[in-house]
């Protein structure tokens, strides 16, 4: 494939309740095989996707919440998480779990996926795409 | 212009596929190309040829088989999202060991590569849901 667009997948809903964050993971497993520039952004409930210490023993649902700390592995490494939906929420950088990759241009120094953007960030962020996904 | 189009919420509960199989009509009309459509989520629902709605309703699987049949719109419906909604088709049917299908006549189940394939050849992606 010649071409490499600048895709965007925008999660905007709590990790369970709904069934957009597992399948909007699912997307970006299969797509990142596609080789295309790749981005997640996390806002509104969204952010509680990144959130650790999830356990879902008590409503017989899978947490899936480890695959993103995977993520590194399939060369996604852009996770911009938006700082107002974290203040809203009452969450901090430290409520998130860390998720890391390798940096192949860097002598494969392990540095961190996540980073927290403010909102005007990322309207940029998103005009600046080629695709933009939303779940 | 080369549109691609993506339906994440199901039928009937959610107008997407109505809106649309709308946006889709008019843009062909206008003479722009929408050379795939892809059902995702609850989207999937979309193709079930088992769906009876009362007569005086718009049929929504039918509205979209006649647009797939008249204008060649590749119905793509995505196989993780429909397995998990009990959506398949003969083949799938078959090698699950179920008894029945019911993807309706335009539609094709495949991968969630296709959407991915669908950004990279179109000019804009066009999302139909919440």
């Given amino acids: 494939m010649s071409e490499i667009k600048k895709f965007l997948y925008v999660n905007r809903k709590a990790p369970y309740g709904t069934i957009y964050a597992l399948e909007s993971l699912e997307v970006v497993l299969i797509g990142a095989a596609f080789e295309q520039d790749v981005s997640l952004a996390f806002l509104d409930d969204g952010v509680f996707q990144l959130t ?73 962020i998103m005009a600046d795409q080629d695709v933009v996904l939303s779940f | 212009m080369k549109f691609g189009v993506v339906i994440s919420e199901g039928p009937y509960t959610h107008q997407a596929a109505d809106t649309a199989y709308h946006f889709v009509k008019s843009a062909i009309a206008k003479g722009h190309e929408v050379p795939r459509v892809f059902f995702y989520h609850d989207g999937v629902n979309v193709a079930s040829r088992l769906s009876v709605p009362p007569q005086d309703e718009r049929n929504i699987q039918q509205n979209w088989t006649a647009l797939a049949k008249d204008h060649g719109v590749d119905l793509v419906v995505c196989i993780a999202a429909a397995q998990r909604r009990g959506m398949l088709d003969d083949n799938e049917a078959k090698r699950q060991g179920k008894d029945a299908s019911n993807i309706a006549e335009g539609f094709r189940i495949s991968g969630l590569g296709q959407l991915i394939e669908m950004g990279i050849q179109t000019d804009r992606l066009v999302t139909f849901g919440d």
């Fill in chain 1, 52 to 124: 650790k210490g999830q356990n879902t023993d008590g409503i017989g649902i899978k947490n899936f919440s480890p695959t993103y700390r995977a993520l590194g592995d399939y060369e996604v490494t852009k996770l911009y998480v938006e700082q107002e939906s974290l203040d809203e929420r009452g969450l901090t950088l430290d409520d998130l779990q860390a998720v890391v990759y390798e940096d192949e241009d860097d002598d494969w120094e392990e540095k961190p996926s996540i980073r927290v953007v403010s909102r005007a960030e990322m309207a940029d």
